[in-house]
Structures are given as C-alpha cells and as structure tokens.
C-alpha cells in the first residue's frame, strides 16, 4: 500500500474514532508490513480469523496489541485461542463454557445468527437469553454481541437486522460493545447504534 493510500486509510479511521466508534482491523489479509504501519500509527485492536497465524504474530509483534479472534471455533484449538487473544467475537458454541471457563482472563462477544439462515454461524436471536445464563453461571466475561449479515443481503434487510441488534443491545445495560459493520456496510451500521467496526480489506482497498 502507498502513502497516499495509509493517509487516506488514516483518515477513514479516525473519523470513526471521532464520532465514538472503535475500530478492530482485520489482519488477516495483510502483510506483516501493514498490521505495522497501522500499529505505528497508533492502532491496538487487530482481528485474525486464523489460528496459526494469531500464534504466529502474537509471537513476533508488540504485546501491547489487542487480538480479537474472529473466526469459527473448533474443540481442540479453544486452547490456543485463549492463549493469544484477549477477545473471542465470534462465541456461538454454549457447549465449549467448560472450556473456556478454564482461561480466566479470556473474553467474548456473542456472535448472534440475526437472518436466522441454517447455514450461517451464531446464536439464534430467540436463544439469546438462554445463551447468557450459561455465559454467567461459567462466569465467563461477556462484554456485548458480534453481528455479520449475510453479505449478499439488501440494505433494506441490512437496516431491519441492524436495528432489531440496536434494540437487543439496548436491553442488555451492562453490555459495552455491539461489533457490527464490516467494510460492506459499517456506515450503516454505525447508523444503528455500533460501537465497534470490523475493517480490513475496505483499509487496503480506499481509493
């Protein structure tokens, strides 16, 4: 990427910043070159999707970042997530609590199914409270809800998810973060309330 390119990235990120939304960038389709520029420029919270590669640079860069993992949760690598993130986004599985329950330190958003689609990941929305009482019993730190439309979706369909996940939040006070808005739809979803985006490939690509 340029320097035209990284100032105008810069500028996208900060007026996010300025109107209150976090930003989480999502690594995993950058060199290690960039996730450093980035960091030079004063970003902390980097999302990867891939476990060996969380390993891989948890290992090699500053340990003042924030790694969010983003990707789907297996079994047997519950483990090493813990181990070198600080946040899991994308929690839908109540059956790996015990698991997690194991790593004190560790913390998750619950990813939520919001089109309801059989084949996507999340918790379905009529699930949610159950989910949460589980959550609690483990006493496993849960700050808020993660949400990823179908990218396919209209943005009429965008806007009606988006605003049923406002009104979710809305009734959890103790919840902090509502991560929802990729570099698809994060104006929009910035629109309805996000207090987290998930920006990666819109970074490398700005014109």
Same mark, same amino acid.
């Given at each position: 990427? %340029?320097?035209e ?10 007026? &996010? ?8 960038l999502? +690594?995993?389709?950058w $060199? #290690? ?7 030079? !420029? ?6 990867? +999707?891939?476990?060996?590669e969380l390993?891989?640079r ?5 340990? $003042? ?12 690598d519950?483990?090493k997530i813990?181990?070198? !993130?600080?946040?899991? =986004? ?5 059956d790996l609590?015990?698991?997690l *329950? =194991?790593?004190?330190n560790?913390?998750? &958003?619950i ?6 689609? *059989?084949?996507r990941?999340?918790?379905?929305? *009529? $699930?949610?409270? #159950?989910?949460i *009482?589980k ?13 990823h ?5 209209s ?5 009606q ?16 973060? &509502?991560?929802?808005g ?5 104006? &929009? !979803? ?7 985006? @998930?920006?990666?490939r @819109?970074?490398? %690509?700005?014109?």
């Amino acid at each position: 990427m %340029d320097s035209e390119k990284y100032e105008k990235s810069f500028k996208l990120l900060s007026n &996010l910043e300025f109107s209150g939304v976090e930003v989480c960038l999502v +690594s995993k389709y950058w $060199d #290690d070159s960039d996730v450093m520029k980035f960091y030079g !420029a004063g970003y902390r919270k980097f999302g990867e +999707s891939r476990i060996n590669e969380l390993i891989r640079r948890t290992g090699i860069f500053p340990k $003042d970042i924030e790694w969010h993992f983003i990707g789907n949760i297996r079994s047997r690598d519950v483990g090493k997530i813990c181990k070198h !993130a600080k946040i899991i =986004q994308s929690f839908d599985r109540p059956d790996l609590l015990p698991k997690l *329950e =194991q790593y004190p330190n560790i913390e998750i &958003l619950i990813q939520i199914n919001i089109s309801g689609h *059989e084949n996507r990941n999340g918790i379905l929305v *009529e $699930d949610i409270e #159950d989910v949460i *009482e589980k959550i609690e019993m483990h006493e496993i730190k849960c700050n808020g809800f993660m949400v990823h439309p179908p990218m396919d979706s209209s943005i009429e369909q965008k806007k009606q998810w988006f605003k049923q996940m406002q009104l979710i939040f809305s009734k959890y006070p103790n919840y902090t973060v &509502l991560s929802m808005g990729t570099s698809h739809d994060f104006e &929009l !979803a910035n629109e309805f309330g996000s207090t987290l985006n @998930r920006l990666g490939r @819109r970074l490398l %690509d700005t014109k």
